[in-house]
């Protein structure tokens, strides 16, 4: 099977990340911050040192500014619920994933005002339709920092001015850059920054986060047993405890930490020339393809490596069947749980057939790929 | 290592679980219920078939009504805020562990009225008590199946009965119970059972679940991608999507599959025999040792695998920590995130001494724990 579904899931991961959750669980598969004998403070150390390692990479001062969901899904619903209140406005673009989109619209429905700046048709956000419609009562700007459909890269430190101008708060999706672009929340100016542990970061599924900037009052969604202030009734104030209820999902936060490990050894910035010339390549070649048309930025230097593309009219999800079955590639094909996006990129009736690159994809999977679609196109 | 902390999780699991998860991960690792090719969909039936066993095991009628969460927590928090509006009035009771009553005090904040139903110094419930709390605005009453702290299993069936007879919601909190005791949610009559995935089910941590029986309505507390109805910007109502956004955590419910699996294979009343006979075996050896005082039912039929106790007047924290580097025990110290349950029983000054029995623990285990108690109260 050729994997090019890594924007969905990052596949495979290193061997160190199996390694270190088999391990993990087989010699110290204790509950991390309860109890207090050995095998408890093993896990909980092992559970700080990916803190760490989040924060090393991110450039966060504070490693307890980081807390671990269960997803990036779970994050951004943690972000935009927590900080939104009735009366307040939200900006955010027509490029959003639906992670972000329905809790917005969750909030919309409870009093929360707002605005879905439309993007052009590669998926492109003008600064000039953020700053025109900031209200007085625009308390969020969310934004994705590469759409997951386009891969269009978006102006995070020009979108963070605009923001700090006006005295907003700025969350950042970073679902598909995380582990492959360069993210400095201080430099950046993000002040929340939601991210997945299982794509580019290399860790396991079950695993996300969310970056707190400090003395940010958001509120928590859960409440539970922290091993913290256990005579209170009332959640701990504390983070991460405030939002890290109950029994963390110890084995997947270690096989993060691994994941992380890995890219911090190789370098983010070897892994991203990597995905990079990969999708250079795949996209020169498919531009000289006959009825392929590719979306997005032709700008590489504007371009995640995710490359969607159509076939004619063939619907997305017929050619995507024929690229697994018939050339055992595997892609996504439809609406990628981006509806406006693809409406923005004039897609939504058919969808697209979305190839992602990971770190382990290599030219051979590319050159099978452009021999698939060569294939594909000439027979319809 | 002798780990008498199985309350908190099991460990160790069965070597299927870990075995499980690896090749999971390592041969199809892909986004389940995205995609479409070949490695997505093995992925999503692979989650398909561990929501069947679920159902096997606690007698659910369709496997779509359960929903993976990331603990039992989690299922708590989402049973009790997606059902409870203001004006509500819930009842629970003093037994009850953080992730039941924390969340229960945030929406008494909201509004809810709230009651919490004294239980007698063995942890009991009186169940008129329950009875004479009821109101005509009362939609939910919530109690776990037995004590994290003193073991006591409540009498769920009668409780059940009492709210089927006043048109009350009945939601279970199996944290202690599920994959050792029967839970039959038809023949019990529980409306909403949480469960946690990596105790008694020997599963990993990260993973619980929540049972909702068909028709009720719970509002879900995070909206985003589910892979489903792509097109909307709304949360899809169909179960289990509209709780399952994002990327779920795979390889975790493979693993909680495989725990299931083999306790269905062992046989669930084979473990229970094993851990009741290791229970009353300590119980009745810690009985004759001096100073040594054994909390909750001595019954064993009413008696969890739990053991909690003190010694003396000395700190549970301190002993626990005299056990654990003495004597290579693992055991929980404390207040174990269950305050009320500590006043209830009268040890919320000094906590308890918490001994906890799973499949994997042996008669030489419970040996040596005797051996340390008699030794420790011996030296005090």
Known sequence: MIYLDNAATSYPKPDEVYEAMYVSMKEYGA???????????????????????IAKLFKIDNP???????NATEALNIGIKGLLEPGDHAITTSMEHN??????????????????????????????????????NTKLIVTTHASNVTGT??????????AKKNNIIYMVDAAQTAGVYDIDVEEMGIDLLA??????????????????????????????????????????EMLPDKFESGTPNTPGIIGLGAGIKYILDKGIVNIRKHEVELTKYFMDELKKIDKVRI??????EKHAPVVSINIGNEDSSEVSYVLDKVFNIAVRPGLHCAPLAHKTIGTFE??????SIGPFTTTEDIEKAIDAVKKISREI
Chains 1, 2 share one sequence.
Not at 31 to 53: C, D, M, Q, T, W
Not at 153 to 162: E, L, Q, R, V, Y
Not at 350 to 355: L, Q, S
């Open 153 to 162: 890269i978006f102006p995070i430190k020009d979108i963070s001015k605009i």
């Open 99 to 136: 992670s972000v989109l329905r809790p917005l619209k969750s909030m919309e429905e409870k009093g929360v005002e707002l605005t879905i700046v439309q993007c052009d048709s590669e998926g492109n956000i003008n600064l000039e339709d953020i700053e025109k419609n900031i209200k007085e």
């Open 31 to 53: 509950n991390p911050g309860r109890s207090g004998h050995k095998l408890a403070l093993k896990a909980g150390r092992a559970i700080y040192e990916v803190r760490e390692l």
């Open 295 to 300: 979306y997005g930025p032709m700008d590489i």
């Open 64 to 70: 307890m500014n980081i807390i671990f969901t269960s």
């Open 195 to 236: 991210f997945p542990g299982h794509k580019g970061l290399l860790g396991p599924q079950g695993t996300g986060g969310l970056y707190i900037k400090e003395g940010l009052m958001i509120r928590q969604m859960k409440e539970g047993g922290t091993g913290s202030k256990s005579d209170l009734l009332t959640q701990p």
């Open 350 to 355: 058919h969808g697209v057939i979305r190839f």
